[in-house]
């Protein structure tokens, strides 16, 4: 699915900048970093190319084996969810989880 979601960003640059962004020149990279607590989605090129983005008449070579720093997608405990929540000043509506408690949606309100 994150493949799919980051390739798709390019097609929407493609669609919105009239750029040419071929996307099956490129391939999809994640990694979790433990150390920040957060995968990184990068899109490698897969060969040498240039893409060219007219509505800013900007021309971007990529060497074979660049990537393109998409997302960082930081994980949170349930700890961690509940300290950011009470900092920022909310209170918990409600949470939905998968059946594993690992991923949470948290709905929050203004207090």
């Avoid at 798709?8 to 750029?19: D, G, K, P």
């Avoid at 990279?29 to 090129?45: C, F, N, P, R």
């Avoid at 060219?52 to 994980?75: C, N, Q, W």
Wanted: net charge negative; hydrophobic share 45%; charged share 25%.
């Amino acid at each position: 699915l994150t493949t799919r979601f980051n390739l798709n960003l390019l097609t929407r640059i493609n669609n919105t900048l009239s750029a040419n962004f071929d996307v099956t020149r490129f391939t999809h990279k994640g990694t979790y970093d433990a150390e920040i607590g957060a995968m990184e989605s990068v899109l490698i090129a897969r060969e040498s190319h240039e893409v060219y983005i007219a509505d800013i008449d900007l021309l971007v070579p990529f060497t074979e084996g660049e990537s393109i720093h998409m997302e960082y997608s930081f994980k949170f405990g349930a700890a961690d969810i509940a300290a950011l929540r009470e900092q920022a000043g909310f209170a918990a509506v409600a949470e939905f989880t998968d059946s594993e408690r690992y991923f949470c949606d948290a709905l929050w309100q203004a207090s």
